[in-house]
C-alpha cells in the first residue's frame, strides 16, 4: 500500500509540474483540477468536466501501482493535454487531433492515443443479457438497453426495422 501511495504522490505531482508547464509556455492560466485515483476498467486516465464546472483526470490506481514509472511518463502528460486544450480551445477539437499532439510534443512525451498496459489482473465488469426479439431474429441487450426499454425507449432492429421486444414469459 505504501508504495502505491508513493506514486500516487508522484503522480499529483508530475500532473501539477505539466498543468505549470503548459501555463507559462502558453501564457494563460489554467483552472483548478481535481486528481482522483478511483478509474477502474481498461482505461489507463480520463478527463471528465464535473456538474460544478471543475475539470477532474481520473486516473486507474491498479495500472499506476502495476506500470509505475511508464504509466507516469506516458498517461500522466496524456490527460494532462486533454485537461490543457479543453481549457485552450473551448470548441469541438478531436480528441486526439493536431492540438493535442502539440500539447504532447511540449511535454516531451509520445503522442500515443492507446496505451499497451497488461490487463490481465484488472477486474473486468460482466453486464447481464437479456434476450429481446424482433420480426427477423433474437437480439441479446444489456441491462441498460433493457432498463431504457422498460422506461418507455423504443429501439429497432438495423436489418428489419422492426421494435425489439421481450421474448415471451421475460419482462
Known amino acids: 500500500m505504501k508504495i502505491r501511495n508513493q506514486l500516487q504522490s508522484h503522480a499529483i505531482q508530475r ?25 477502474r476498467g481498461c482505461s489507463a486516465g480520463m478527463v471528465r468536466s464535473e456538474k460544478t464546472g ?21 498517461t500522466v502528460p496524456h490527460e494532462v493535454a486533454h485537461v490543457v486544450v479543453a481549457c485552450r480551445c473551448r470548441g469541438r477539437v478531436r480528441p486526439h487531433g493536431p492540438e493535442w499532439r502539440s500539447i ?4 516531451g512525451a509520445e503522442p ?17 443479457r437479456h434476450a429481446y426479439h424482433c420480426d427477423c431474429r433474437e437480439h441479446r441487450i444489456t441491462a441498460i438497453l433493457r432498463n431504457r426499454i422498460i422506461a418507455g425507449q423504443r ?5 428489419c426495422g422492426t421494435e425489439l421486444r421481450a421474448r415471451a414469459g421475460c419482462p
Open 15 to 39: 500532473t501539477v509540474e505539466l498543468l505549470e508547464l503548459a501555463s507559462r509556455s502558453l501564457g494563460f492560466p489554467l483552472p483548478q483540477v481535481a486528481i482522483r485515483f478511483d478509474l
Open 112 to 128: 500515443r492515443r492507446c496505451h499497451d498496459y497488461d490487463l490481465s489482473t484488472t477486474p473486468k465488469r460482466h453486464m447481464s
Open 155 to 159: 429501439y429497432l432492429c438495423r436489418q
Open 54 to 74: 471543475i475539470l477532474s483526470i481520473r486516473y486507474h490506481p491498479v495500472l499506476l501501482a502495476e506500470n509505475g514509472d511508464a504509466f507516469i511518463k506516458q
Open 104 to 107: 504532447m510534443n511540449l511535454f
